[in-house]
């Protein structure tokens, strides 16, 4: 390839969010290799820029032999097709789009450019079919019965016979757990019209896929572990559709995070043979990096995808159990709580929590929350970091739970009426500086509480509309205070936060209309 930190010149090349129409004859025709659908004619719209838009080369340029890795991915998996380049040369505003794509497609910032993080997203083991960006894909064809027959051809050295043969009777349960489909193992070497053929190969194995060897980390080299080829079409079939490969030189492996667990890549890999596409839901059993996982489990669009294809039909226990779904936090608009403890922010969403260090500002999750609080519901309606001892508070409905730390106490949970509270639940709690009391809010009502006397202070509770500035608001869906030298204190509803003067008693400057929460702290 040309060297592209050079100025590259114009080649239109376009990328598809939501298309789902089949991959053309012609192309069809021209090549084996696995493939994703575009629109007829193969283009579409991707993110337009304003008329005569053309990136800098320094917003996508690293150091030659890193940019050049990023092209070789951009072209691997379908970002750049050979088709679209003029002797090696596209343009630069191309690329930047492409590397949008990709960021899409991995849950990164959407920059356009080359930086290390999308680098190293591109040096993940993965699938090695083309990416798609939709929330699911379906890839134009799909089997036209409902029994399915496979073969597997050989083994790998690293499992018996007997657990391979287990693996890849579950993974096509998997499958079958929530549609009308069913498969059998052929054994029968003579037999010609067994429909999915399972191989474990190596290198170039004649279906102008290669494989690359063992995974490396960290390096890109080795990312190909397995790939497979979609259902056949009506008017053009291979004996190829449907086939299922896995790399020979990978260390294929079960229940351990060493090596590749075979059960996670050959549901995928079967995903693909029963005709769905990749998809950029995170956690999903069809995002197209390898991601290990103790316990599997199947996504909603997994389901909705095999569904679509062939129709629902569910077992009463099926083989893996639904995935509980982690927040995207530049999509979540509302957060159940936040707490500010040993110099971090959480923002807590259902059972996860989202997290921004005070220092560096590096923003980390979603995580269970359960990796810090493991007896904790699944759902909070506040917390706070009470001041006199450390103590952590978490409420959730009637109820509350103290923690030393991570360590809990040992009657949790305890009462919301131990503080004389008359609700079943609280909307924040905040423990304020210039009074030295912590606050209760619920509705448009607000308690002040006396740590110290560990009573409700008389006179309350008093309306919202006290806090000048936050009437508009009506309630809140969380609270905190800053930190040590920030005289503010941080209200939050439906996507926005409202900087509060502790000094003032006022909303502060600039924040009468609240600001985004994802863009001014999350990083979106």
Known sequence: MADVTLKLVVLFVTFYLTSTSPVSDDRQKRQLSPDFPVSPGGRGPFYPEPPGYESPLAEISMATEEMKEGMKFLENYGYLREEDMRDDIASISDVSAAIKLVQYNYGLRMTGRMDESTLEAMRRPRCGMYDIIADYQLSGTKWEKNHITYRIENFTPYLTEQEVRDTVRTAFGVWS??????????????????????????????????????????????????????????????????????DGDEEWTLNTDRGVNLLIVAIHEFGHALGISHTPTLGAIMFPAYVYQEEPCIHPDDKAAIQELYGAQEVPNPTLPMCTIAPEKCNTREFDATLRFRGELFFFKDEYWFRVNGRTGRISGPDPVRHFWADLPKKLDAAYERVSDGKLLFFSGNQYWQYDGTTPEADNPRPLSDFGLPVS????????????????????????????????????????????????????????????????????????????????????????????????????
């Not at 080299?221 to 449907?242: C, E, M, V």
């Not at 607000?446 to 509309?465: Q, T």
């Open 177 to 246: 757990d929530y549609t009308p489909l069913t498969f059998s193992e052929v054994r029968d070497r003579d037999r010609t019209d067994v429909d999915i053929l399972v191989e474990f190969t190596s290198g170039d194995h004649g279906d102008n896929s290669p494989f690359d060897g063992r995974y490396v980390p960290g390096t890109g080299r080795g990312q190909n572990l397995a790939h497979a080829f979609q259902p056949p079409r009506d008017s053009h079939s291979y004996r190829i559709d449907g086939d299922s490969h896995f």
């Open 425 to 524: 639940s609280i909307d924040g709690a905040l423990p304020w500086r210039p009074s030295g009391k912590t606050y209760f809010f619920k509705g448009d009502q607000y308690w002040r509480y006396d740590e110290e006397n560990a009573r409700m202070d008389d006179g309350y509770p008093r309306p919202l509309a006290v806090w000048r500035g936050l009437r508009r608001l009506g309630r809140v869906d969380a609270v905190f205070e800053g930190a040590t030298g920030d005289d503010h204190s941080y209200f939050f509803k439906d996507g926005k936060y409202w900087k509060y003067s502790e000094k003032l008693y006022r909303i502060a400057r600039g924040y009468l209309n609240g600001k985004d929460i994802a863009t001014e702290w999350l990083g979106c």
